[in-house]
């Protein structure tokens, strides 16, 4: 008869999050994992498989709960500027809380593993694609509510608000002064207004 776990694997995922986050793929070793999770190597090889399968499980489960909460405001059936502008907003407040110098997971591995991994590769494309929907979804509805300009090209739009919210993200991780993130977010902003009725 099998031994009933003595852990539970989103609980895990969520410290493997964290750590993966403070320091990246490659700069975190079997054994840190090992005692950040608390369980010892074969349990863990034996739920998630090589490092690697555990940086995607990692991924996917910060796909899911993390970013749901984070994008939470463009992601609204209802979703317009309002929305949009409070997710700048969000990622702005981040460089100057406990998620400074931690970013967001994705970005990071963006940054480190997008070009050098299928299974990386993935999961950032899958963001990338989320993010830029999102944002073509508020904007659509912002120009029926008559906040965006008819003649407003939306994807290009969602393309330059998806791009520059990564690399806000990358500021937060880069630890960039405070006053530079959050400048950087109402500029980005500011595109809005230069495409709203009569601007």
Known sequence: M??????????????AVELFRRQGFNGTSTTELVEELG??????????????????ATLERYSQKHLSI???????????????????????SASEGPFRG???????????????DPGSRRYVTAYFERLTAG????LENARRAGDIDADADLDEL????????????????????VEQVQAASRVATSVLDAHAPGA
């Open 2 to 15: 099998s031994r009933a776990k003595q852990y539970d694997r989103e609980e895990l995922l969520d410290r």
């Open 39 to 56: 369980v010892n190597r074969k349990s863990m090889n034996a739920e998630f498989g090589s490092k690697q399968e555990l940086f995607e």
């Open 70 to 92: 984070v994008l939470a405001p463009i992601e609204q059936p209802n979703a317009g500027v309002t929305a949009i502008r409070k997710a700048f907003a969000s990622y702005a």
């Open 102 to 116: 931690r970013g967001c997971l994705m970005c990071n591995t963006a940054v480190e593993r997008g070009p050098l």
């Open 135 to 138: 944002f073509g979804r508020a």
């Open 158 to 177: 969602a393309s330059f608000l998806t791009t520059t919210l990564i690399g806000v993200a990358a500021c937060v991780r880069a630890e960039a002064p």
